[in-house]
């Protein structure tokens, strides 16, 4: 059966904020453009997880008539606490005077980015871009000149050794004039494009953490709707850094998570563990006892900034949001960045289309989006160099102080991978067993994710050489992949007497971590049948 084929002037692959900000914007700017968007989720928003807390003047922007009545714009912050968590149960409030102004919050919602982007896709709709849910791209095109030209999608249908079930149907290409990826952090497709177009030369490595969510329902009396605690310290010690969350959303519904930066230098550390600690200190465990969790996820985080963004536009197409690396890692926040940077995008792909001469750089540079991100360029770099205290206290200074105008570069040139010390030299880290009122397994979060795949396919996680993780990682890092996986991914068992390294792919989050984090970069992640995965709902 031969391949269908289908044109459009633009294809947009990935259903995020930055993907559908790009649709609905180049719709806006040229109504007889034809628009499509690709999203691998079984519906727009399924796969869709943040914090999250939101500035919403790019919204508007985007659409000034209709914003205000977003559903999920409703519960404005009404607190904003940043507190430090000690190892001896305590915690110190941090003065607002000492928090970096991008922590600030004054302004802001707290949202389901999930819901968000179900509200952006409708409006898509309207404005006439084909959405097709279910639809992962698997390669993207080049033509005969080397310039990108669309996309292919997988084949549906295949058995766990690639051959063709009664339920086969061939994938597609759909060819374009211009292409835009936004597949979000670590997108499979963008990590070979940038390496395709060398659109990280002269770039600092992109540098990532992971993020975990649950949401709780909780008793009214604990329950305050707009408050938002941010923490830092405890349970993250020395050589692992990142902060947690709790946002008091609607419905007596809490949200809270642990970002883990993937930086950490330590093979035994568990960030999923460590997440299940966190939830067990006081200032975090008084919200949460005897209310009932209703979901979980985790999910990688692009977070370098400015010295790491890619250059975003190649010939035939752009990548952009966190697939490109537009994060504000000074306030922790992607979201209304990714918006602009898909606005910026449909701005420019509608001025290339009309045959207008342009360039994008000039375009990016003269951006709020890059003021923003300049102001920020040195904030996680300088918690990576300086460590913890130290990386604090200047990004105080910088913000604080001199309103982020000194003249200075702070670079992180360590990839994320090659920052595991061997297992020998590092501490056994030993972490109690779930008390399942607070602390939970990884099989239990799963099933609240709602992660699905058909099992009898591809494994979608590809191993370039099988020896390495039993003959190398095992042996120098007691292979790690074991611990930073949030979903129980990858085991080492017993099989016919010897060990054996396991691949549990159908528990797969799509979080990307293992394609960051493995210190021999061997684990690709690819995009497993369409429509697979977490099934998130409010995230």
Known sequence: MERESIEYDVVVVGGGPS??????????????????????????????????????ETLFDLFPENASSCPTLNIPVKRDDVYFLTGNKKS????????????HNHGNYIISLGELCQWIGERAVELGVDIFPGFPAQNYLLDKSGRVCGITTGDMGLDKQGNQKVTWTPGMNIYAKQTIFAEGSRGHLGKQLIKEFNLDGNKTPQHYAIGFKEIWEVDTDKHSSGDVLHTIGWPLNKGTSGGGFLYHFSDNRIAVGLIVDLNYNNPHHSPFQEFQQYKQHPKIKQFLESGKRVSYGARAITKGGLNSLVKMDFEGGMIIGCDAGTLNPGKIKGSHCALQSGILAAEYVNKVLSEEVCDFDDMFSSSALYKELHKARNFS???????????????????????????????????????????????IKSYPSPDNVLSFDI????????????????????????????????????EPAQRYCPAGVYEIIEKDGADYFQINAPNCLHCKTCDIKDPAQNITWTPPEGGGGPNYISM
């Open 92 to 103: 110190i409030k941090v003065p607002s005077w000492l928090t970096p102004k991008g922590l």
């Open 381 to 427: 770099s300088a918690l990576h160099k300086f460590g913890f205290y130290g990386g604090s206290i200047y990004n105080f200074i910088e913000s604080n102080i001199f309103h982020n105008k000194l003249p200075i570069d702070i670079k992180d040139n360590e990839q994320d991978c090659d920052s595991l010390k061997p297992s020998k030299d590092s501490k």
């Open 443 to 478: 099989t239990s979060s799963l099933f609240l994710s709602g992660t699905n795949h058909e099992e009898d396919q591809p494994v979608h996680l590809k191993l370039a050489d099988a020896k390495i993780p039993l003959d190398y990682n095992l042996d120098k890092y007691d």
């Open 19 to 56: 993907g559908l900000a790009s649709a609905c914007k180049l719709k806006q700017l040229n109504q007889n453009l034809s628009v499509c968007l690709l999203e691998k989720g079984s519906e727009i928003g399924s796969h869709i997880i943040s914090g999250a807390v939101f500035e919403p």
